[in-house]
């Protein structure tokens, strides 16, 4: 617990890192394109990143460009954001004010990115084309394939509880690198593509990976090694994976098809809450650090939608049409 | 000689009939001028004082350019630029366009206007070969145009520096894999027009007088591979991208537009590349209108090309250029004077729109109407495909694709790839093959017969006879098929993609039908002659009928086909094809062969040759020559 007390203050949420509730309301942004009115056209109606108001209304935040997929916020100054796009990574120093690309033509096709909290100097990205890192807290950034048969990877997860341990999920499984992703090595982890990665803030050791055909997995050794889970969605497409920042207890996943399933045994029983969205076709997960037990998830082109009971209901959370990537929480700025 | 030969499906002029023309040098010159100069002439007609609201940024351009209806031109002008940009880069070349051709016209308030954009609006850079070069090349002369210009003064936050050097850096890294291991989207009739734009602007405008020279010697590059593989300005052979439109009308891609001004084949049409080239001030090396225009002997033409970069789902064979991962593509085109057979080698090659094999025919029907063309498709359509050369989502890449290409999920589409689909070319002949697993999406074989074809004739041997224009068509099936209209779903004729996809569909999508094969073990042979070499139809059909050839399905499908010209083609689904008993060496492809040209694979150098005349690109050293090798005493 004295980890998680020390982190706190820095406490950058999202989908694929869970953490523990910070105080005040967060920030909460949401990576979609709005593909529903996309009609004869190669691109979106809109694309980037959206932030949620008091009032539930979501409102642009950033700069529209296409393939908006996630968005990494500096653990020691939240005014420093980096935004994973299709044209690269692009980087703001000013909370928003002023934004710029800080790569090269080299990358394309950024799909997660995210800080090192316990080095912020240390920024790992998943992309199409292979793991960056960067060393100057996303300036700069280099590739990272050593180590890696095959080089697409769309999610990337840096171990809460260990400094430069990062979680990699690509096409041929996990891969796990303690060097800051200098080297990778395969997680005992079936060769299927690994779509979305979440570790538990209450217990750092609890990773969820959902995969492609292959449902969803846990690890209970900080992705070592893995076990499959939730027979129910063994064969589906899992996109969406989230564990509650409270107790790792509570673990959701959702996918094509499938809907929202959610567990809160940690894994040993689980349940369809689909009823009442309005498809189940499911993108994001992820609780939400303010309301104790709310779930968001993120369905294809037919809006956001909150749970407070788990999944048993749902509440429309607006951003209707969108294709979602990713939601965020940033806390409050001490 | 002049051959005019009249069968019953009308008029048809052999290539021999055309009235020849001077391909002298100060006539080629003088006659691309001329069009430049018709060009121009409409272009600058389009604008008018009394109507701001007509007029494109390349009449606008023209104007400017040229110091004509200067203030008409900038008040179209005001309204092209007041809205906010939408297009990226399609919206980036057309301003760009008029930053460099009407730079000299342009008033304050209209300069202040379009920096105003470049600094608040940010266009993506897109994810396909032609928008990045499209992207960069203009982000490059944008960012000429504001030297110094700090992070402020751009959308993405980066200085005009900034923006030069990484768009420098790109469109280099492209110029040498493009001349060392081909183009990735290549060959494209449709796409040809995004290089011609791109390298046209960096041509004419660049600043730097070794990058303008590099751009001028690739876009001298990019036209010589359509002039080789053209027909009366139609483009024969592979493609890597071709529309549903375009692929059964090759008279209306842009490629016919550009070879109507680039070598003078046919008639004008409305083109913005056409209008760019004439500002650009481009004038192609003459040698390139005597090889488009020369047919007079047969020749094969072999290209490397490469796939468009796979970033998952790769399979063997696959090769990484630096950090990405593509697999090569194997070229081959016989062109004749009347025809153009050309094909690759099959598989998924391009995703999308790829055309594995064509025949194209010489036509007298004018571009807009004729549908001179013969080709085969496996409609595949899988996400297996989709995310192999996309960032999207297993579940959602076939919906998201087919957002903008309409055709991709149908079962009668025609432009696409199969990974089932293997083809075997020697000569004017070929071997198609296929082995579909049982649950594939669509598990047809499809092979396309125009509403131009005359004298269809499902002979007694199993032959499908056929004549488009003066070349006589032979098509054996191996496996039964039906005959069914082509857009057998009504997808294209009800409008679906809208006009750009299936605009004006009664002009030129109505009246063919294919002949679709269930068979998911199954293939056929085409064998193409010039009418010129035969006495008669009858005579064509007779000697096929006696052409040996053997098949077989119930395994892994293999044939052996003994050719009209006495070669024996062997091929087996699976493995490699053998030529007159001897496998074909894929590993010793040359980027370019034929009796015009010659390119070693890596070498970054194209010898453009006619007659005595060698025209020499290097990209190794940044340098072209063009010399006469005398006659030998």
């Known amino acids: ?334 | 000689m002049v051959l005019v030969l009249v069968g019953a499906m009308g008029a048809m002029v052999s290539r021999a009939a055309i009235d020849p023309i001077s391909l002298s040098d100060a006539e080629i010159a003088r006659r691309y001028q001329e069009r430049c100069q018709s060009v121009a002439t409409s272009s600058m007609a389009a604008i008018q004082a009394a109507d701001p609201t007509k007029g494109s940024y390349f009449d606008v351009a023209t104007c400017l350019q040229r110091g004509e209806r200067r203030e008409a031109a900038l008040a179209r002008l005001a309204r092209l630029i007041a809205p906010k940009p939408t297009g990226d880069m399609f919206w980036m070349y057309p301003m760009v366009s008029v930053m460099m051709a009407g730079e000299r016209g342009l008033d304050d308030a209209t300069r202040a206007r379009i920096a105003e954009l470049w600094r608040t609006y940010w266009p993506s850079r897109g994810d396909t070969e032609n928008h990045w070069v499209l992207y960069y090349s203009t982000l490059y002369l944008a960012a000429q145009s504001y030297p110094g210009a700090g992070p402020g003064k751009w959308s993405n936050g980066k200085s005009s520096a900034e923006n030069m050097a990484e768009a420098r850096s790109y469109l280099e890294h492209w110029m040498e894999v493009t001349t060392s291991f081909g183009q990735g989207e290549y060959d494209s009739p449709n796409y040809i027009e995004e290089y011609v734009i791109g390298l046209s602007l960096l041509s004419g405008w660049a600043h730097d007088p070794a990058f303008r020279h590099k751009a001028h010697m690739l876009l001298d590059y990019v036209i010589y591979d359509y002039a080789v593989e053209t027909l009366d300005g139609y483009y024969g052979g592979a493609h890597s991208r071709v529309y549903p439109k375009q692929i059964v009308a090759p008279g209306i891609t842009p490629s016919v537009a550009l070879g109507w001004l680039l070598f003078g084949f046919g008639e004008r049409q409305p083109n913005a590349t056409v209008q760019l080239l004439t500002l650009s001030g481009y004038t192609p090396p003459p040698i390139l209108e005597r090889i488009a225009r020369d047919r007079d002997q047969p020749y094969v033409e072999r290209e490397l090309k490469r796939t468009r970069w796979r970033m998952r789902n790769a399979e063997a064979g696959t090769f990484m250029i630096g950090d990405k991962r593509t697999l090569p593509v194997y070229k081959y085109s016989y062109v004749d004077s009347d025809f153009i057979l050309g094909s690759t080698q099959g598989g998924l090659l391009q995703p999308i729109q790829q055309q594995t094999w064509s025949l194209i025919w010489r036509t007298d029907l004018p571009a807009a109407k004729a549908a001179n063309t013969f080709f085969g498709v496996q409609p595949y359509s899988s996400p297996l495909e989709g995310t192999m050369f996309f960032a999207g989502d297993w579940d959602t890449a076939t919906n998201i694709i087919a957002r903008s290409k309409a055709d991709y999920d149908t079962p009668d589409k025609l432009p696409g790839g199969s990974p089932y689909e293997q083809v075997y070319q020697h000569g004017a002949a070929l071997i198609a093959l296929y082995d579909i697993p049982p649950g594939t999406r669509f598990p047809l074989v499809t092979v396309f017969f125009s509403r131009d074809l005359a004298q269809t004739d499902e002979d007694a041997s199993g032959w499908i006879f056929a004549q488009g224009g003066p070349a006589y068509i032979a098509y054996r099936p191996f496996a039964h098929g039906e005959w069914r209209p082509s857009d057998w779903t009504g997808l294209l004729r009800n409008g679906a993609g809208g006009t750009f996809i299936s605009g004006g569909f009664t002009d030129w999508g109505a009246g063919h039908r294919c002949y679709v094969s269930p068979a998911l073990r199954n293939g056929y042979v085409v064998q193409v002659a010039a009418a010129r070499d035969f006495a008669s139809y009858e005579a064509f059909k007779a000697a096929v009928r006696t052409l040996p050839l053997k098949f077989s399905t119930t395994a892994a499908p293999e044939a052996t086909f003994t050719s009209l010209d006495g070669t024996v083609i062997h091929a087996r689904y699976g493995q490699t094809p053998a030529i007159n008993g001897k496998l074909v060496d894929f590993a010793k492809w040359p980027l370019f062969e034929s009796p015009f040209g010659h390119a070693l694979r890596g070498s970054q150098k194209l010898e453009i040759s006619y007659g005595p005349e060698r025209y020499l690109l290097d990209f190794e050293h940044n340098a072209s020559s063009l010399t006469v090798v005398p006659a030998q005493p």
């Open chain 1, 1 to 334: 617990m004295s980890l998680l007390r020390f982190l706190l203050p820095f406490l950058v949420l999202t989908a694929g890192v869970q953490a523990a509730e910070a105080p005040g309301p967060s920030r909460f942004y949401a990576a979609v394109s709005m593909t529903k009115a996309q009609k004869n056209s190669p691109t979106p109606l809109d694309s980037g990143l959206y932030l949620r108001a008091a009032d539930g209304q979501w409102a642009n935040f950033g700069p529209r460009i296409l393939g908006v997929a996630g968005l990494a916020v500096s653990p020691v100054n939240s005014d420093v954001m980096l935004l994973a796009s299709s044209d690269g990574v692009v980087r703001t120093p000013d909370g928003g004010r002023t934004w710029r690309k800080v790569t090269g033509w080299e990358v394309a096709d950024v799909r997660s990115i995210v800080f090192d909290r316990h080095n912020p100097s240390l920024v790992y990205a998943a992309t199409a084309w292979g793991p960056l890192r960067s060393i100057d807290g996303g300036e700069t950034w280099q590739l990272a394939h050593q180590g890696l048969a095959k080089f697409y990877c769309q999610t990337i997860l840096a171990d809460s509880a260990h400094a430069g341990r990062v979680l990699l999920g690509t096409e041929d499984g996990v891969y796990v690198s303690v060097n800051g992703a200098a080297l990778w090595q395969r997680a005992k982890f079936p060769a299927v593509s690994v779509l979305r990665l979440a570790q538990s803030a209450a217990e750092p050791k609890f990773i969820l990976a959902g995969t492609q055909g292959r449902g969803a997995w846990l690890s209970h050794d900080g992705g070592a090694s893995w076990n499959a889970t939730d027979p129910g969605s063994a064969s589906a497409n899992l996109y969406a994976v989230a564990v509650s920042p409270r107790t790792a207890a509570q673990l959701a996943v959702g996918g094509w098809g499938i809907g929202v399933r959610v567990s809160a045994d940690g894994g040993k029983t689980w349940a369809d809450r689909s009823a009442g969205l309005p498809v189940r076709n499911v993108f994001v997960l992820a609780f939400d650090p303010d309301v104790k037990g709310r779930l968001w998830a993120s369905t294809f082109e037919e809006g956001s939608y909150y749970s407070d009971d788990l999944g048993f209901t749902w509440q429309n959370g607006g951003l209707y049409g969108a294709y979602g990537f990713d939601y965020i929480f940033v806390p409050p700025a001490r």
